[in-house]
């Protein structure tokens, strides 16, 4: 995981639409960055719909909600369709964004290890920086835990 008090790396990649979407896009917003392993599994899913049903909270403080993750851009504009997502989803199929924020290594699954993507959320700062950094998050509880850590 990258440090809290680092600028965090910029981006330009594709959202659901196919619309180049840049992190400096949302200067002046906190940033909600968070990474997850696959469209329309049963965890990704329940994170995506919390963060979903927490968004107007999260307007309230001034922040946004970006989902990363290595699915295509149809992948996740049928994810957003099916759950109604109201946020950005970015399509990283060639691991840019994921290795830049270092949430990319070794996982263990079911007693077997793969590399694979580590669930991890960074909260970003109006100016770009990191004020925030957790890994292997648990999908369900992940969004009100960044919600709480906003509102402190």
Same mark, same amino acid.
């Given at each position: 995981? +990258?440090?809290? *008090?680092? @600028? ?8 659901? #639409?196919? %619309?180049?979407?840049?992190?400096? %896009?949302?200067? *002046? ?18 994170? /995506? &719909? =919390?963060?979903? $049903?927490? @968004?107007? &909270?999260?307007? /309230? =403080? #001034?922040?946004?909600?970006? *989902? ?13 369709? &099916?759950? &109604? +997502? !109201? ?5 990283? !199929? ?7 924020? %270092? ?15 580590? $669930? ?11 004020? *925030? /950094?957790?890994?292997?998050? $648990? ?14």
């Amino acid at each position: 995981m +990258l440090e809290v *008090g680092l @600028q965090a790396p910029d981006f330009t990649m594709p959202n659901q #639409n196919g %619309d180049m979407v840049s992190l400096h %896009d949302y200067r *002046g917003k906190k940033v909600i960055l968070y990474f997850y392993p696959k469209d329309n599994t049963k965890g990704c899913t329940m994170q /995506a &719909q =919390e963060f979903a $049903r927490l @968004q107007g &909270q999260f307007a /309230a =403080e #001034n922040a946004v909600i970006i *989902g990363v993750s290595k699915d295509s851009v149809a992948s996740h504009k049928k994810f957003e369709e &099916q759950h &109604q +997502l !109201p946020f950005t989803l970015i399509s990283d !199929p060639e691991l840019t964004v994921i290795q830049a924020y %270092d949430v990319w290594g070794e996982k263990n699954m079911y007693g077997k290890k793969t590399m694979g993507l580590i $669930r991890s959320t960074y909260i970003i700062d109006e100016a770009g920086v990191i004020i *925030g /950094a957790f890994g292997n998050v $648990r999908a369900a509880k992940n969004p009100e835990k960044m919600l709480e850590e906003i509102s402190k």
